[in-house]
């Protein structure tokens, strides 16, 4: 289920939508597997193990119960990457949610163990300019391109704001001063900023 639009704002597109990985199913399935399989194991067998039957059998319709939760869960979580901010949410009753706007995004860093390199799957550790400081997404899939998904939403988001704090009118001093910052990314070359940054002080 993607993202509903209607949360998006006026002109605002979404770059990634993405649930949790797979491995979120992990141990609800590991559990689930394992008392099923105990299950068919005593089920008919003599009766010195038919006593087994329904305890292990209440203990495999819990892991059922488990996992089908854990799959609402799945279903109702999002990690968003739009044109302007992060977004994570989640819940299926009760919702909570985390935005973090593109342009007070500090750093952004992914972290996988080799298990997790093997699979794919990984922890996105994200700083903001905000009052949560550091925020770690859990089970985001393909980490690392996420990583660089973010930075060109961030390049690109700059470029924007550029564009129309020119139109705006906003002073020659800020507006030399993103192009810097837009130069430092590598956004844009030694020339191109040059260029913009005489046309800046001949207007």
Known sequence: MPYPARL??????????????????AESVTAFVVSGVLWLFVFGQDEAKTFL????GVVALGALVWLLIRYLKWRTTYFVITSD????????????GIEIPLER?????????????MIGAG??????????GQQRFSDIAKPEKVQNLIHMQM????????????VGGNDIATQIEKLEGLRDR?????????AQKQRLLDS
């Open 123 to 132: 922890d996105l550790l994200i700083e903001s300019g905000g009052e949560d």
């Open 53 to 56: 039957t329904y305890p292990i």
């Open 155 to 166: 390049e690109d988001n700059q470029k924007r704001s550029f564009s129309v704090n020119v």
């Open 8 to 25: 998006l704002n006026p002109d605002e597109s979404v770059a990634l939508d993405l649930h949790p990985h797979w491995w979120f199913f």
């Open 105 to 117: 995004v500090n750093n952004v860093n992914f972290k996988q163990s080799i298990f997790e390199r």
């Open 85 to 96: 901010r992060l977004i994570y949410r989640h819940g299926v009753i009760a919702k909570a």
């Open 186 to 194: 590598g956004s844009i070359t030694a020339e191109e900023f040059a």
